[in-house]
């Protein structure tokens, strides 16, 4: 009987430290200079959207002409560092991103020929799929021999761009320290209230999944649509009912739904799978794919990715 209660306690004291250690895992950071600063800047690409003139970050040529950035962004990644949180390398990202452009500009579409368009962020966050984006924004400030630094820094959600943190701050004045120093010494006063932010957010993640969008369309050339009937129940019904069984909580927001349309917002899903690899939408949505396509409702689909977080099934073919 004392065996078994021992045997109990120490099970007990396990399941406490698997716990407790899953609770202090740390989201992944990426620190970016923002869209104001690379504009501002001039490093930018410029395109026509459709008779719009508009600009998007060049972060490939902010790096490569402009050493402040990097000082600036190695002094951020050694405050969290200091803080135990893993970081993701913006600069290794820029190059396994180039290598993947490379590629983009060499596919184009079976059925039109157009090719491939995404942001410069989504793209980014593909490759380094960091949880959290450390959105950075800094103004140096001259008075006569003096420099104080002027700064903004946003915590934005990797998978939904929602705002989860943020600091601003004019740092001490100074004769002599140099831009990554100051922007540092003006940030530090900041840092505890806005990782505590970062942590708190990530905790929610870990016990009720990370949110997602997931938008399901159809072709225009398919018989069926979402009112139609399959095993005797609508097929917009069947998707819900699968999200319901499928995410974590059973939480999931149908913020529209029509015969060709439904969109669902606040998708929670776990944050990794049995293997302990991260579940982004791409990987939760092909299990989607996969009940749809499969017998009985065997629905041919092609599933569209933007970022990491939003997901598109359009039905009827590939």
Same mark, same amino acid.
């Given at each position: 009987m004392k065996l078994n209660i021992i045997k109990l306690l120490i099970i007990t004291l396990c399941i406490s430290?698997?716990?407790a250690n899953a609770q202090a895992k740390k989201p992944t950071l990426m620190v970016v200079p923002s869209d104001a600063w690379c504009i501002k800047n001039g490093y930018v690409q410029t395109f026509d959207n459709q008779g719009t003139i508009e600009q998007i970050p060049d972060?490939?040529?902010? !790096? =490569?002409n402009d050493t402040e950035v990097l000082q600036v962004i190695s002094q951020i990644n050694g405050i969290m560092a200091d803080r135990g949180f893993p970081l993701k390398n913006m600069e290794s990202a820029i190059r396994s991103l180039a290598s993947n452009q490379a590629e983009d500009n060499l596919r184009t579409s079976k059925n039109s020929g157009a090719g491939v368009t995404e942001s410069p962020i989504d793209a980014l966050k593909k490759v380094a799929k960091a949880d959290i984006i450390m959105q950075l924004t800094w103004t140096v400030n001259k008075t006569g021999p003096k420099k104080?630094?002027? !700064?903004?820094? =946003?915590?934005?959600?990797?998978? *939904?761009?929602? =705002?989860i943190a943020s600091a601003e701050g004019t740092g001490a004045p100074s004769f002599s320290a140099e831009i990554p120093v100051l922007l540092s010494e003006a940030v530090l006063s900041h840092m505890d209230r806005f990782t505590e932010r970062l942590q708190a957010h990530f905790d929610d993640m870990f016990e009720n999944g990370r949110e997602i969008i997931v938008r399901v369309q159809t072709w225009n050339?398919? %018989? %069926?649509?979402? %009112?139609s009937e399959f095993d005797g129940e609508e097929l917009g019904y069947l998707i819900e009912d699968w999200l319901a069984a499928n995410t974590v909580k059973? /939480? !999931?927001? *149908? *913020?529209?739904m029509t015969e060709s349309m439904a969109l669902f917002e606040q998708v /929670?899903?776990?944050l990794y799978n049995d293997k302990g690899r991260a579940i982004d939408a791409r990987r939760y949505i092909r299990d989607l794919s996969k009940?749809?396509?499969g017998a009985p409702y065997n629905i041919p689909n092609k599933i569209v990715m933007k970022g990491l977080g939003r997901a598109t099934l359009i039905l009827g073919g590939k």
């Open positions: 430290c698997i716990k972060y490939k040529k902010a !790096f =490569q104080s630094i002027n !700064f903004i820094l =946003q915590g934005l959600d990797g998978y *939904t761009d929602k =705002q050339d398919w %018989e %069926e649509d979402l %009112e059973g /939480r !999931f927001s *149908t *913020t529209d /929670r899903i776990p009940y749809l396509n």
